[in-house]
């Protein structure tokens, strides 16, 4: 494999030699989104630790009475940008496309959400994100009452917190990984 096409630092296994249930996790994805996507095959180096984190991205991407699935992809969106992470960028700039329905306020929000003309609420919780991600020693209960004084409960609180937590991890084994997008990413809900 040649530098362009490198997707990790790490050795990226063969998908044949994956337990049952990621090969079946890959092949969903070929089915649903045409690719498996990078994330998946370099994570999947620790196929074990690949399947919990999977299954804790699933709970945490469903949708609640406050909280939709594209808000939850902003907060992903706001938190990568502010680790500088290309690959959830990349990535979650589409998901967040996809789930508005609209390429231009997508992009928007996943570049400068501050510009992107959101509702108070969705600016509280995105600037609530970006400073559990770059100041955490800051937060304070004022920071989620804040939050449930624009109707979200206490669990969806706590989903905002688990989100944002998500996605430093994310972003952190993908900046230690050199893990690159995929390149159909780019052209995908446009």
């Given at each position: 494999m040649?530098?362009?096409?490198?997707?990790?630092?790490?050795?990226?296994?063969?998908?044949?030699q994956l337990p049952e249930n990621l090969r079946k996790l890959f092949s969903k994805a070929r089915e649903r989104i045409g690719f498996v996507p990078n994330?998946?095959?370099?994570?999947?180096?620790?196929?074990e630790r690949l399947s919990a984190w999977f299954a804790h991205y699933k709970q945490l991407h469903e949708p609640t009475e406050h909280l939709n699935a594209a808000e939850r992809e902003m907060i992903a969106v706001a938190v990568s940008m502010a680790n500088g992470c290309l690959y959830c960028l990349i990535s979650h700039g589409e998901a967040l496309r996809e789930a508005l329905g609209d390429p231009v306020q997508?992009?928007?929000?996943?570049?400068?959400?501050?510009r992107a003309n959101l509702s108070q609420k969705m600016l509280?919780?995105?600037?609530?994100?970006?400073?559990?991600?770059?100041?955490?020693?800051?937060?304070?209960?004022?920071?989620?009452?804040h939050l449930k004084s624009f109707g979200l409960t206490t669990e969806e609180v706590w989903d905002?917190?688990?989100?944002?937590?998500?996605?430093?991890?994310?972003?952190r084994m993908a900046h230690a990984t050199g893990m690159m997008p995929n390149p159909?990413?780019?052209?995908?809900?446009r």
């Amino acid at each position: 494999m040649n530098d362009e096409e490198q997707i990790s630092w790490f050795p990226v296994p063969d998908e044949e030699q994956l337990p049952e249930n990621l090969r079946k996790l890959f092949s969903k994805a070929r089915e649903r989104i045409g690719f498996v996507p990078n994330v998946f095959r370099v994570m999947s180096f620790r196929s074990e630790r690949l399947s919990a984190w999977f299954a804790h991205y699933k709970q945490l991407h469903e949708p609640t009475e406050h909280l939709n699935a594209a808000e939850r992809e902003m907060i992903a969106v706001a938190v990568s940008m502010a680790n500088g992470c290309l690959y959830c960028l990349i990535s979650h700039g589409e998901a967040l496309r996809e789930a508005l329905g609209d390429p231009v306020q997508g992009d928007r929000i996943t570049l400068d959400y501050k510009r992107a003309n959101l509702s108070q609420k969705m600016l509280a919780v995105l600037d609530y994100a970006v400073k559990l991600t770059v100041e955490p020693r800051e937060c304070s209960t004022h920071d989620i009452e804040h939050l449930k004084s624009f109707g979200l409960t206490t669990e969806e609180v706590w989903d905002v917190i688990e989100i944002a937590a998500m996605y430093n991890f994310t972003n952190r084994m993908a900046h230690a990984t050199g893990m690159m997008p995929n390149p159909e990413y780019h052209a995908m809900a446009r």
